[in-house]
């Protein structure tokens, strides 16, 4: 395999995560004044939320999807396939997992190469080929391979933060007065917690729709077969269109992860964590073109 680093993503990841720092030293520094002597406590609870997501983010993902680790013995074909691709991209081989979900999709999660996991839903296994299948394993594997999967991980914990004030800020009423001015202290953290919880959203939503072209190339790079992620994408998008309304809202959370995100419509569009199919499968297919010609 000809891997090559991607200093287009490297920079994005690093300059995502600068900015999402000095996002947060303004979310603390409105969330201090606010709480006044009961800031360090909060930080405490801040610092203690963070670090259990980053290091159960694996197990909160799958949880979140119904999602289960899988014994080779369970599933010896899928155990195969992302152990040779594993051994192609030079990483460890991650969990194995299965979502029992009629959804049609993949995702990868963890907080390190070496505690990765690669999931699938039971929608996506009887709808792909082997080639196709293995090009979106690959897409995964190249999540990891990048370390972009850690990056999203971590820049999520501020947005979810952030929300959460903006959601329960009002019950914490008690906080710093200024003289009978207790109820505008409450308005000015839950407008900056807004604030910093759109803007969060906004970086993330920059670094994934480059990650996922990223993954694509990676996926390339990995099986030399950009063709069969290109069919895989089309077969998943085409699905996923006719999956029920209630199965898409019920996952939407997990777009960002996803290979093919659930959203639709113009609002979607707009919002989307990832490009469109459409694009995605032309860059595919100009690979595909490209490695015809060496």
């Not at 999956?243 to 997990?254: C, F, G, I, K, S």
Request: with cysteine; hydrophobic share 50%.
């Amino acid at each position: 395999m000809r891997w090559q680093p991607d200093w287009g993503l490297r920079v994005r990841m690093f300059v995502t995560m600068f900015l999402l720092f000095v996002l947060f030293i303004v979310f603390a520094g409105a969330i201090t004044w606010y709480l006044g002597g009961g800031a360090l406590m909060m930080g405490l609870l801040f610092c203690g939320f963070s670090l259990a997501q980053w290091y159960f983010s694996d197990r909160i993902t799958l949880w979140s999807m119904g999602g289960s680790a899988v014994s080779e013995d369970e599933a010896p074909e899928l155990h195969a396939m992302i152990e040779r691709l594993s051994q192609q991209a030079d990483l460890p081989k991650p969990t194995v997992a299965i979502a029992d979900n009629r959804v049609p999709n993949a995702f990868a999660t963890g907080r390190s190469q070496s505690h990765a996991v690669v999931c699938v839903t039971s929608g996506i296994l009887g709808v792909l080929e082997d080639d196709e299948l293995e090009g979106v394993l690959a897409h995964e594997l190249s999540h990891i391979k990048n370390h972009d999967m850690v990056v999203m991980t971590v820049a999520s914990m501020l947005g979810t933060l952030a929300f959460i004030v903006v959601r329960w800020g009002w019950l914490f009423g008690g906080g710093r007065s200024r003289g009978n001015n207790g109820g505008g202290s409450v308005l000015i953290a839950i407008a900056v917690s807004f604030v910093v919880w759109i803007v969060s959203f906004l970086l993330i939503r920059a670094l994934s729709r480059y990650r996922e072209y990223a993954a694509d190339r990676g996926s390339a790079a990995i099986t030399g077969k950009p063709a069969a992620l290109a069919s895989a994408l089309l077969k998943i998008s085409g699905r996923i269109d006719k999956v029920p309304e209630q199965d898409l809202r019920d996952h939407a959370q997990m777009n960002a992860f996803f290979i093919i995100p659930l959203r639709a419509g113009v609002l979607g569009q707009l919002f989307a964590t990832h490009p469109s199919t459409e694009k995605r499968v032309e860059r595919l297919r100009a690979l595909e073109r490209e490695l015809e010609t060496v």
